[in-house]
C-alpha cells in the first residue's frame, strides 16, 4: 500500500481570496467548454471520499524491544529500549516514510515516557526530539512493571473495568486516558502531519474510543511492532464524523525477516 504524501495544508474555502479578473475570465472560458469536466473538491469529513482532511496523526508501534527479548513488563522500570531487531523494523519504517516524503510533512512528533517509544520516534525523525508524554504509555500496572511476563487475566468484559492492584489502571481507564489525549494532539496541531510513537494499547484505545466501542467490546486487534495506524481527525461542522480511518496495522515495509511473516 502505497503511503502518499499528502499536501501540507489545505485551503480553507472561507481563506480563499476572491478571483482577480483574469482568473474570472480564466473560469469563464474553462466553463463554457464542453470536454471541461469540473473537478469536485473533498467535503470535510467526506468518508466517501478516498483522502480525508484535518489532522493527519501518524500512530506508530514502536519496534520490538528489549523487554519482550527477556519476557518481562517493560513499563516506567523495565523498558530498556529496543532490540537490535527492533531498530532493524522501525529503520525500514524510517526509509519507506522518507521516500515517500512524509518525514518532512511531520510537523509535530510525539513519544510515550518508555524508552522503546522514543527511540522509535528519534529513528523515524532524527532531527527533532519527541515531545514525551506519559499519557501515551501502555496501560500503567506499577506492580508487575519489570516482573515476567504472565498470560493476560482478562476473562469477560467486566474485567476491562478491573484493576489489577490499586495502584494500577484498568483498561478502560487506560483507554479513555490514551484517547483524550490523542483527541488533545489532535485537536492542537489543526491540519498538521503528526507522528506519534506508541504502544499497541495506545493503538487499540484509539480504535475502540474512536471507533465508537467499549473497552473489551468489538475486536481484537493484531497491531505489528513499527506498523503504521493512520488517523484524520476534523472537527465536526460539516459532518458527524470527527475522526477517519486511513489505514490500520500497515506493516508493509517489513519483509518476513522482520514482520510477521510473508508480506501480503
Ligand atoms: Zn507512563
Redesign the pocket.
Known amino acids: 500500500m502505497a503511503l502518499i504524501a499528502q499536501g501540507p495544508e489545505r485551503r480553507h474555502p472561507q481563506r480563499r481570496s476572491l478571483p482577480n479578473r483574469r482568473e474570472r475570465d480564466t473560469d469563464e472560458r474553462h466553463a463554457a467548454s464542453p470536454r471541461r469536466v469540473r473537478r469536485r473538491r473533498p467535503r470535510r469529513g467526506w468518508i466517501g471520499h478516498n483522502r480525508l482532511v484535518g489532522t493527519r496523526l501518524l500512530l506508530v508501534r514502536h519496534g520490538h524491544s528489549r523487554a519482550e527479548e527477556d519476557g518481562i513488563v517493560g513499563g516506567?522500570a523495565g523498558c530498556r529500549g529496543l532490540s537490535a531487531r527492533g531498530r532493524l523494523q522501525v529503520q525500514s519504517l524510517a526509509r519507506r516514510l522518507d521516500s515517500a516524503g512524509v518525514t518532512a510533512l511531520v510537523g509535530a512528533v510525539y513519544a510515550?515516557?518508555l524508552p522503546r517509544a522514543i527511540e522509535t520516534a528519534e529513528i523515524l525523525t532524527p532531527t527533532r526530539g519527541p515531545v514525551t508524554d506519559?499519557a501515551l504509555?501502555e496501560i500503567?500496572e506499577p506492580t508487575r512493571d519489570g516482573q515476567p511476563r504472565v498470560p493476560s487475566n482478562l476473562r469477560t468484559v467486566e474485567d476491562f473495568s478491573r484493576s489489577s492492584s490499586p495502584r494500577a489502571e484498568s483498561y478502560a481507564a487506560f483507554f479513555e486516558r490514551a484517547a483524550r489525549r490523542l483527541s488533545q494532539i489532535a485537536e492542537s496541531h489543526p491540519d498538521t502531519t503528526v507522528l506519534v510513537a506508541t504502544h499497541a494499547g495506545v493503538i487499540q484505545a484509539a480504535m475502540t474510543i474512536f471507533g465508537g466501542l467499549s473497552a473489551g467490546q468489538g475486536f481484537q486487534l493484531a497491531i505489528d511492532h513499527a506498523s503504521i495506524t493512520e488517523l484524520v481527525h476534523d472537527p465536526p461542522t460539516t459532518s458527524p464524523f470527527s475522526w477517519g480511518l486511513v489505514r490500520f496495522n500497515d506493516a508493509t515495509h517489513l519483509d518476513a525477516s522482520l514482520g510477521p511473516g510473508p508480506v501480503l
Open positions: 516506567h510515550s515516557v506519559c504509555c500503567h
